[in-house]
């Protein structure tokens, strides 16, 4: 069993996102937390709320327990990128390019061997 929650349309590159999501993918929960509490990325905040969100989903909607909870997997997949231009010298313009993100993380209960 497994729960999983989802962050869609976060204004924040996805190579950017990925830097945060790979240090805290395969952790438990309180370790995962505390990477992202003490991370100076900007990200981090909502990759926190991701967590947060698939904790809660599992234990509110699949009634497991978040004391032995860890990431199985997470991953960042690319949005909608918004085009816009930036004027530039000589009348000309340059694309910039706004990219998005969608952040997924799946947590499941450890397997005690």
Same mark, same amino acid.
């Given at each position: $069993?497994?729960?999983?929650?989802? =962050?869609?349309?976060?204004?924040?590159?996805?190579?950017?996102?990925?830097?945060?999501?790979?240090?805290?993918?395969?952790?438990?929960?309180?370790?995962?937390?505390?990477?992202? =509490? /003490?991370?100076?990325?900007?990200? =981090?905040?909502?990759?926190?709320?991701?967590?947060?969100?698939?904790?809660?989903?599992?234990?509110?909607?699949?009634? $497991?327990?978040?004391?032995?909870? /860890?990431?199985? =997997?997470?991953?960042?997949?690319?949005?909608?990128? $918004?085009?816009?231009?930036?004027?530039?010298?000589?009348?000309?313009?340059?694309?910039?390019?706004?990219?998005?993100?969608?952040?997924?993380?799946?947590?499941?209960?450890?397997?005690?061997?």
């Amino acid at each position: $069993m497994e729960a999983r929650a989802t =962050a869609k349309y976060v204004r924040v590159s996805p190579r950017k996102a990925r830097i945060v999501v790979d240090q805290v993918r395969g952790k438990d929960i309180p370790r995962a937390r505390e990477i992202v =509490a /003490f991370s100076e990325r900007a990200i =981090a905040e909502t990759v926190g709320k991701v967590i947060d969100s698939a904790v809660a989903n599992a234990v509110n909607n699949h009634g $497991m327990s978040d004391k032995n909870l /860890f990431i199985k =997997a997470a991953f960042v997949d690319e949005g909608p990128t $918004m085009k816009r231009f930036r004027p530039r010298a000589k009348g000309s313009a340059s694309p910039i390019r706004k990219r998005t993100s969608h952040i997924t993380v799946i947590v499941a209960p450890r397997e005690e061997a």
